[in-house]
């Protein structure tokens, strides 16, 4: 029987903390605080990424992510890869009912490395940020990149990137999620919608946050000139931060198949504010809907086959 699956959560392993530390451009760690470009300084709980204390949290397969709020992935070759060698290094040392997703270093991205680093059998799939989805232009010259993934069966995971320098300064700490990091993912599946097929025919491929609930726009989309179409069946919207109101009403756009579990954790917390899994009706639409959700849907994104 297939476990339960949560295909986001962050935790930071140390080596990833003491290249941060080493930085004195953003992004950086001073001490346990966070310097980003374009948000205020954010203190770090070190709590959220102590593994043997997360573990204790979890049921079912967790997949962690790189935070692409930092803009690790767009960062000068000989920073990123100090970075991102520290990151999936970590693969090595998780535990069987945890995974990885890799990221790419997007400034001159090394193919052979990247194809090398997707074998290893703890990495699930490749973590893009949404800024590099932000139009079809930036979509096709990303294609390589997304081609590689392809080629190695694997899926990609689509994540809010930097908020950017003009976010405003003098707004709550939750301004970033509700604003860019909704827009940027909202941005990526349109051009996805528009490009992403045609470029790469069976890549599986998911939008965090249930892709800024684009798709819920298809009647504006139909107004301006646009068309949903149909359902593709190989991508997939993951669900943080979102509840019953917003999966309900996605489901009744896309469907219930595409739509596969996230928490966010530490971010957020998975629904229930419990230990991950599937227990009954979470999310008050039904115990099948539930299973699909935390289950049946994450497997297919996975490990694709036929339903």
Known sequence: MNPTVDVHQHLWPPGLVEELRRRRQPPYLDG???????????????????????????????????????????????????????????????????????APALVEPDLDGLAKTLAHDRVHGL?????????????????????????????????????GPGTPTDVPGWWPALTSYVAQQSAAWHSWHIAGRSLLPTLRIA?????GLAPLHHERLAQRGGNLGAIDRHVYYETSSYGTQAIDAMSRVVGVDPL????????????????????????????????????????????GGHR
């Not at 079809?136 to 081609?147: D, K």
């Not at 939008?207 to 892709?211: C, E, P, R, S, T």
């Not at 596969?260 to 998975?270: K, T």
């Open 32 to 102: 346990w605080v966070l310097h980003l470009d374009g948000e205020p300084p954010y203190s770090v709980d070190p709590e959220d990424h102590d593994l043997t204390r997360r573990a204790t949290q979890e049921d079912g397969l967790v997949l962690l992510s790189l935070s692409s709020p930092l803009g690790i992935e767009s960062l000068a070759p000989a920073e990123a890869h100090r970075l991102l060698d520290a990151w999936h290094g970590f693969a090595d040392d998780l535990p069987a009912d945890y995974g990885l997703w890799a």
């Open 260 to 303: 596969v579990n996230g928490s966010d954790r530490p971010y957020a917390e998975p629904i229930g504010h419990g230990r991950s899994g599937a227990r009954g009706d979470q999310y008050g639409l039904g115990e099948a809907l539930s299973r699909a959700i935390f289950v049946v849907n994450p497997h297919h994104l996975l490990t």
């Open 127 to 163: 973590q893009v940020p949404a800024t590099a989805l932000a139009t079809p232009s930036a979509l096709e010259a990303l294609a390589p990149v997304l081609t590689t993934v392809q080629q190695a069966d694997l899926p990609v995971l689509v994540h809010p990137g930097p908020a």
């Open 207 to 211: 939008f965090v946050g249930l892709a």
